[in-house]
């Protein structure tokens, strides 16, 4: 391969590479919707995947930075208190 069409060709690679990982560097990218996450309620009860019950106890960092995203704190039956980031909440419960 001459070396002027392994350096397009390098160039393509590295354009396509920047579209995938920085979607944003495109000319007319418009950012997707974020929608509101609904916040469980505290002492509202859920149900994992796996069956367990769990009350919800606190909520962290409502304001919701990227440093210190909302995360859900949760009680199981066992006694043992657990915490999830907010935006995996609705995932893994349903709320009873």
């Known amino acids: 391969m001459a070396k002027e069409t392994m350096m397009e060709y390098l160039a393509f690679l590295d ?3 920047d ?3 920085y979607p944003e560097r495109l000319e007319g990218y418009v950012p997707p ?3 509101k996450i609904k916040i469980p309620a ?3 009860k859920w ?3 796996n069956g367990l019950k769990y009350k919800v106890i606190a909520i962290a960092n409502e304001e919701n930075t990227e440093k210190y995203p909302t995360t859900v ?3 199981g039956k066992n006694g043992k208190i657990w915490s999830r980031l907010l ?3 609705h995932r893994s419960f ?3």
Do not use: C, G, N
Request: proline share 0%; hydrophobic share 40%.
């Open 33 to 35: 919707i974020k929608e």
């Open 87 to 89: 935006t995996d909440w």
């Open 94 to 96: 349903t709320e009873l």
């Open 42 to 44: 505290i002492k509202s």
């Open 47 to 49: 149900k994992h995947y």
């Open 15 to 17: 354009a396509r590479e």
């Open 73 to 75: 704190v949760y009680k």
């Open 19 to 21: 579209a995938l990982w």
